[in-house]
């Protein structure tokens, strides 16, 4: 949908219904006492008028500092050798104990030791 569809209240570009009217003189009156009574009572309690400040806040500047901590000693790193990095070999199981690899529930990947525990994993599995 485009937004000429949609409700004026729902727009961004400013339009304001403009100054409200008080219903009768009686809700004027009332609503400048009531100011008025504000003002006297901030002034009793020594409450001073919000002004906006007048000088900019200072510009956040982060410390730089040695994130390493400068009063530790260095520690060089190891030198680099030009050796390649190869992969590590894969771990294989070479015992003679584990029979095999039963799945108990989803893709957990179980290791079986003996013929009950074959059992007992079937009996698991429903």
């Known amino acids: 949908m485009s937004m000429h569809l949609h ?9 304001r ?10 809700a004027a009156q009332q609503s400048r006492q009531l100011t008025a009574n504000w003002e006297q009572l901030l002034k009793k309690h020594g409450v001073q008028d919000k002004k906006l ?6 510009e956040y500047s982060p410390k730089l500092g040695n994130y390493r901590g ?5 520690i060089p790193s190891v030198e ?34 003996s013929d009950d525990d074959a059992r007992n994993l079937s009996a698991m599995r429903r």
């Open 53 to 58: 400040p007048t000088e900019k806040p200072k």
């Open 7 to 15: 409700h004026p209240s729902l727009s961004l570009n400013g339009k």
């Open 80 to 113: 680099f050798t030009g050796d390649a990095c190869t992969r590590a070999h894969d771990k294989v199981y070479t015992g003679t104990k584990m029979i095999g690899v039963g799945t108990m529930h989803k893709s957990n990947a179980v290791p079986i030791f």
């Open 17 to 26: 219904k403009g100054k409200q009217k008080f219903k009768s003189a009686q």
């Open 70 to 74: 400068s009063d530790q000693p260095r």
